[in-house]
C-alpha cells in the first residue's frame, strides 16, 4: 500500500450525499507521492524481467500483466454472460503459441505487447498509475495524537478532539501505516479504549 493513505498525504475522504446509508467517497491517492510511483515501476520492471527469463517461462511471447482493471472486474463477476465469454475465451488461448500471442495482444493487451509498454518510461507510468489499487488494510483515516496536534482527530483514548463523549476505536485511529498486518492491532486498540472508557465510568 502506498504511503498516500498516511495521515499527512493527500488522501481523501468525503460525504457523497446527506444520507447516512450511502457510503462516503474515499480517495487514496495511490502513487501521488512521486517517490512510490518509482518504486513501483521499478519494480514491475524488475518482475517483468523475472518472468520472461528463460529458466522460469520458456514461452515468453506470452507474458502478458495482469491488472484488476474495471473490465477484469466486470468479467470476474459470476453470472450467465461471463461463464459463456469464458467458455470462449478459455479454449481461444489454448491454440498453437503464435496465435495465443496474437490473441493476447488484441484482447488482453489492446494491441500493444507489454515488451513495448516496459520500454517506454511514461507508458510504463500510465500504465502502472492506472493498474495500482490498495489492498484491504487502510488505515489512519482519523488519526490518534495529541490535543495540540493539527493533524490528530482523536485523543490518546480515542475521543474525538473537541467532542464530550463521542469515541472512535477502530483501524482508522493509527496514526501511521503500521509495518504488519492490521487486524489485531484493531483489537488491540480497541481493548484499551474500552479500558479507559470503563475507568471513566
Ligand atoms: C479481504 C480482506 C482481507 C484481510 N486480511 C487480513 C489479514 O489476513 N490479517 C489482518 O491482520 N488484517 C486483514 N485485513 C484487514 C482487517 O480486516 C482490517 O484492518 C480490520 O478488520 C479493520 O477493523 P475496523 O474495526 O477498523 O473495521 P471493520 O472490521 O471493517 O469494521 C467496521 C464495522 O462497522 C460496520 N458498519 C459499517 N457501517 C455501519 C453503519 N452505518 N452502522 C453500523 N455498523 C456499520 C461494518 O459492518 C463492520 O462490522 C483484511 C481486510 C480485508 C477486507
Known amino acids: 500500500m502506498s504511503e498516500a493513505s498516511q495521515p499527512g498525504c493527500s488522501d481523501e475522504k468525503r460525504l457523497a450525499s ?3 446509508k450511502t457510503y462516503p467517497v474515499v480517495d487514496f491517492n495511490l502513487l501521488s507521492d512521486r517517490r512510490d510511483l518509482e ?3 521499478a519494480a514491475v520492471r524488475l518482475l517483468a524481467k523475472l518472468v520472461v527469463h528463460p529458466a522460469l517461462n520458456p514461452e515468453a511471447g ?3 500483466p495482469a491488472s484488476f482493471s474495471p473490465r477484469i472486474k466486470r468479467l470476474s463477476r459470476y453470472g450467465t454472460a461471463n461463464r459463456i465469454v469464458a467458455s470462449i475465451l478459455g479454449p481461444m488461448l489454448d491454440v498453437p503459441a503464435g496465435l495465443r500471442q496474437l490473441l493476447i495482444r488484441l484482447v488482453l493487451l489492446n494491441g500493444t505487447a507489454f515488451q513495448a509498454t516496459l520500454a517506454d518510461d511514461r507508458a510504463l507510468e500510465a500504465f502502472v ?14 488519526r490518534m495524537g495529541d490535543p495540540s496536534d493539527p493533524k490528530a482527530v482523536v485523543d490518546p483514548e480515542g475521543l474525538v ?10 483501524a482508522s485511529i493509527m496514526p501511521r501505516l503500521p509495518t504488519a498486518n492490521t487486524n489485531i492491532p484493531v483489537i488491540m486498540a480497541a481493548e484499551k479504549i474500552s479500558d479507559a472508557l470503563l475507568s471513566r465510568n
Open 161 to 170: 478532539i473537541g467532542s464530550d463523549n463521542i469515541f472512535v476505536a477502530d
Open 39 to 41: 518504486r513501483m515501476v
Open 129 to 142: 498509475r492506472q493498474s495500482v489499487f490498495g489492498v484491504w488494510h487502510p488505515v489512519g483515516t482519523c
Open 18 to 20: 446527506r444520507d447516512p
Open 62 to 64: 506470452d507474458f502478458f
